[in-house]
Nanobody, 126 residues
Framework: QVQLVESGGGLVQAGGSLRLSCAVS????????AGWFRQAPGKERELVAA????????YYRNTVKDRFTISRDNAKNTVYLQMNSLKPEDTAVYYC???????????????????WGQGTQVTVSS
């Protein structure tokens, strides 16, 4: 059974930073791409950033480029999202997701992700 557990969310002032972590357990000998999604109240879930198994390929949505950095430590089965210069519009529940694939790529298609975490709340105050 694959489990993804996010941590690191919280309340921060605008301009501050947070680091989200996603611990992946089960099927840890298989390769997977990972993505961080977010969903704000009344809005659809959107992909924020994604990273391939090797870490050589990544994706960022335009609104977070140069502020957020996705990374991973495969030895620890953990994926990270470093969020700097946070803005109130970054407020959302952040979800980690895993796409188990033998291809070293990333996808923005939500339906390609096989497993999801329970989410962690990020609130940015103005």
């Amino acid at each position: 059974q694959v489990q993804l557990v996010e941590s690191g969310g919280g309340l921060v002032q605008a301009g501050g930073s947070l680091r989200l972590s996603c611990a992946v357990s089960g099927r840890t000998f298989s390769s997977y791409a990972a993505g961080w999604f977010r969903q704000a109240p009344g809005k659809e879930r959107e992909l924020v950033a994604a990273i391939s198994w090797s870490g050589l390929n990544d994706y960022y949505r335009n609104t977070v480029k140069d502020r957020f950095t996705i990374s991973r430590d495969n030895a620890k089965n953990t994926v990270y999202l470093q969020m700097n210069s946070l803005k109130p519009e970054d407020t959302a529940v952040y979800y980690c997701a895993a796409d188990f694939t033998t291809i070293d790529y990333v996808t923005s298609r939500e339906t390609e992700y096989d497993y999801w975490g329970q989410g962690t709340q990020v609130t940015v105050s103005s």
